[in-house]
């Protein structure tokens, strides 16, 4: 801030007492550092404010940066997910336009009913658990 040496400051403080007075320079003293204190907060409160203004804004390029990477790697995902598609669709459209009009499609099978459980089955399923049964004694 401002160069002051000591010498400077005796002169200031000889010149103070002569003009102030020996009574009144103790008040004066103690006004003027308080002054200077709030001075110098004031002053590192502009600066922390800059700081954050300064950040704040290096945040929102950040995130600006970072929402168009998103963007560009979201539409790059939609082409790719696009393509797989129209393959896909080409793939199961191929089969079906070479296929003659006398044959079935694969949906239109008969379903086979369902059948009956197999003796086996119904033999283990109609037979007492063997560890229900209690020991005679």
């Known amino acids: 801030m401002f160069d002051v040496g000591f010498s ?23 006004t003027v550092g308080h ?21 704040l804004d290096e945040l929102k390029k950040l995130q600006d940066q970072v929402a168009r990477e998103a963007r560009s790697m979201e539409s ?3 082409a790719q997910l696009q393509s797989v598609e129209t393959s896909l669709n080409e793939s199961i459209a191929g ?19 369902a059948t009956e459980p197999t003796t086996a089955e119904a033999t283990v399923r109609s037979a007492p658990p063997a560890a229900a049964e209690s020991p005679k004694s």
């Open 95 to 113: 089969p079906q336009d070479a296929a003659t009009p006398g044959d079935a499609p694969a949906e239109a099978l008969p379903e086979t009913p």
């Open 76 to 78: 790059s995902v939609q």
């Open 35 to 55: 002054l200077l204190g709030r001075l110098q907060r004031y002053v590192n409160d502009v600066k922390a404010d800059i700081n954050r203004e300064m950040q």
């Open 8 to 30: 400077e400051l005796m002169v200031i403080a000889l010149v103070a007492l002569i003009v102030i007075g020996p009574e009144r320079l103790p008040g004066v003293a103690r």
